[in-house]
């Protein structure tokens, strides 16, 4: 049975959606599975060893350049190769208009969520074939639910999700031991931790002589990754790496603290212990989802939440001590 997700975005969803694929070759060992997704993440689904093939979009660079006949170019590309081959069911687990007519783009029967399980209505319009999922449901359920539903399968009842990731060379041998991942860095000003949190906890996991690690992604993140290592005694910032590095150096660390951010999610996905914080927004329907994770905080765009060192400390303390 040839089987085409389509999630493109973002990286924190694309993740959400990695155990549907452990899911569906539990049920149809012999599935043929191609992932559509945005480019910036198809090295990601690359890691799943069960997606046949990734199938990436550059749709986003039309955002900033749409008047780029490239760019267009690029997108009818990538749109043939998505028509290419034939499909037994598409599967569109994103549920936005956006998402419904990139589905509608392969060859195959459609399947997505029904008008009321979706925040964009309108896209159920473009499926076959549509069910209802619970909108009160995390995602990673959301999504398992859907694909469960589309192929005719039992999903193993309070099954932990299995996110299936395979890294090929991670090489971690130049990264001190132990050490703690900070993700400082994340999409809104209303979602970051103050850089004195931050330096605060750094403090104390260096005063128990674990290294702390700040990633970044951009120019400016890599600043701010910067002033907080040379504030630190036994610090490093990362410089933005390719994902599969990424991955590489989240799966060696001791733990993982970290804002609303895709990274964070990359994290539990590779089964490290993993604090999120959440000030802004609420954990709820897409916070971390797995084994060791743990969601503090959780506010809205008008209630900012209150998260202290001293409560990411009570909880991360037991997972290096």
């Not at 896209?123 to 009160?136: G, L």
Request: net charge positive; glycine share 6%.
């Amino acid at each position: 049975m040839r089987i085409l997700l389509v999630k493109l975005s973002s990286m924190g969803d694309v993740i959400h959606n990695l155990p549907v694929v452990n899911d569906i070759r539990r049920a149809i060992p012999n599935a043929h599975i191609d992932w559509v997704t945005d480019a910036s993440y198809a090295q990601l689904v690359a890691l799943h060893p069960s997606v046949n093939r990734v199938l990436p979009l550059r749709l986003r660079n039309l955002k900033s350049r749409w008047y780029s006949l490239a760019a267009w170019h690029q997108v009818f590309t990538d749109k043939t190769q998505i028509a290419r081959e034939p499909y037994d069911l598409i599967i569109d687990t994103q549920g936005l208009i956006k998402s419904a007519i990139v589905s509608n783009w392969a060859r195959g029967p459609k399947a997505g969520y029904d008008a009321e399980s979706i925040r964009e209505p309108m896209a159920s319009r473009w499926y076959e074939r549509r069910y209802t999922v619970s909108r009160q449901a995390h995602a990673v359920t959301r999504n398992r639910a859907l694909c469960a539903e589309a192929l005719g399968y039992e999903l193993i009842a309070d099954a932990p999700p299995d996110y299936g990731l395979q890294l090929t060379q991670p090489d971690n041998k130049s990264l001190p031991k132990p050490y703690v991942v900070c993700l400082h860095a994340t999409s809104r000003a209303d979602k970051q931790w103050s850089t004195a949190n931050w330096r605060a906890l750094g403090q104390a996991l260096n005063d128990r002589g674990v290294h702390v690690a700040f990633p970044s992604g951009t120019d400016a993140e890599y600043a701010t990754s910067e002033a907080l290592a040379q504030s630190l005694p036994i610090a490093s910032a990362w410089r933005t790496l390719p994902l599969p590095e990424t991955a590489a150096r989240l799966s060696a660390a001791t733990a993982v603290v970290g804002c609303d951010t895709g990274l964070a999610h990359l994290a539990v996905a590779l089964s490290r212990p993993c604090i999120g914080i959440y000030l802004s927004t609420a954990p709820a329907l897409t916070g971390l989802f797995g084994t060791g994770a743990t969601n503090l905080g959780g506010g809205s765009r008008d209630r900012v939440a209150s998260v202290s060192v001293a409560d990411v400390l009570d909880v991360l303390l037991p997972q290096i001590d």
